[in-house]
């Protein structure tokens, strides 16, 4: 009988890698990305909802059936959209789903693959001219062989393009308005791959001036708003040029899910909590985005709400005054908010932060 699985050194070097990316918000943050292991048949992957911060003090590692699920996507079977039935219940004591992207590792040959939403990635994968940006930055990485793939659905959508589209050799993909996916052969490879991507697509950002705290604890004073859990996230209304890239329109899926569709843009704390943006859920918006002062985040709002705040400021704060940007549809904004796989990530969301997590560091 093989050894069990949390004691297989490539299983133990992927919850470090995934810990790791998950620690570093300028690599992924919240619930967002998933890392895989495809052993024995079995296909490991991080649960849907759970943070990869979290990997190496938690099972977050749910077995998926790798040829069964294979088989499900070869033949059209809806089942194949959240893999749930594929996963070896015996093997997944936590009874977490698989990740929603289940099917986008699935379809991957390589025996290692870590998917983030990598700040630096994003930065340029939402311009009109991504592509060629990004050819310029990945020309020099020998072993780099990648794909651009346009905006899809996270899941089925996504991982039909892939198989389609990736031939065995490619083992980067960029994908447009989400992430990046790095593959290989081991963990130490793709660690390797990923960091060394991640460097080559880096761009400067710009800095903001520092928020007067105490004008912003003023204006939120008596209301049901509270300051962001990092400050770096005052950046997008104090960077004149991060703010109108910012109110343009949602840039990719997370945003969407926890921050909801755009920002509010308001003058004060009142006027933002009263804004109803088209496309949102009901209540006050978790994020209110004040010109000038700073941002200010409902009390309701959760940790993945305020990892979603510093992101959306680390991405703009990258993309150059003037660029042309590519941004989500309000249908593509509809099909990622009424989605049942994403209403349960939504709702694993809201139950941790109940249980007083930490927001992500
Ligand atoms: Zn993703």
Known sequence: MSQPIDKDPEFIALRALSSALGRDPSRTQAAGGNTSLKHDGVLWIKASGTW????????????????????????????????????????????LRPSIETSVHAVIPHAVVAHIHCV?????????????????????????????????????????????????????????????????ATVMEVADRLDRVCH??????????????????????GSDYRLPADAAAHGLALDSASLSLARGG??????????????????????GAAARPAGARDGPPPMVTIPGLGIVMHRSATNAADALARCLADVVSRIPPGAEIVRLTPLQEYELTHWEAEKYRQALDARTSKQGEAPAP
């Open 200 to 221: 080559a697509l880096a761009s400067p950002a710009r800095s903001a001036p520092s928020p007067d705290l105490s004008r912003l604890a003023q204006a939120i004073e």
């Open 120 to 184: 630096e990635t994003i930065a340029l994968a939402v311009r009109a001219d991504g592509e060629a940006l990004i050819a310029e930055r990945l020309g020099s990485l020998g072993d780099v062989a990648w794909i651009y793939v346009s905006y899809l659905r996270p899941g089925l959508p996504l991982s039909k393009v892939i198989a389609a589209r990736s031939a065995p050799s490619v083992n980067v993909i960029i994908l447009a308005n989400h992430g990046l996916v790095v593959a290989g």
């Open 52 to 95: 990869l911060a979290h990997a190496e003090e938690r099972d977050i590692m749910v077995p998926v059936d790798l040829n069964g699920l294979l088989d499900a996507l070869a033949a059209d079977d809806p089942r194949a959209e959240t893999a749930a039935s594929f996963v070896d219940e015996a093997r997944n004591p936590v009874r």
């Open 250 to 271: 949602s840039l990719y899926p997370d945003h969407v899910i926890f921050l909801g569709p755009g920002i509010v843009v308001a003058p004060n704390v009142d006027a």
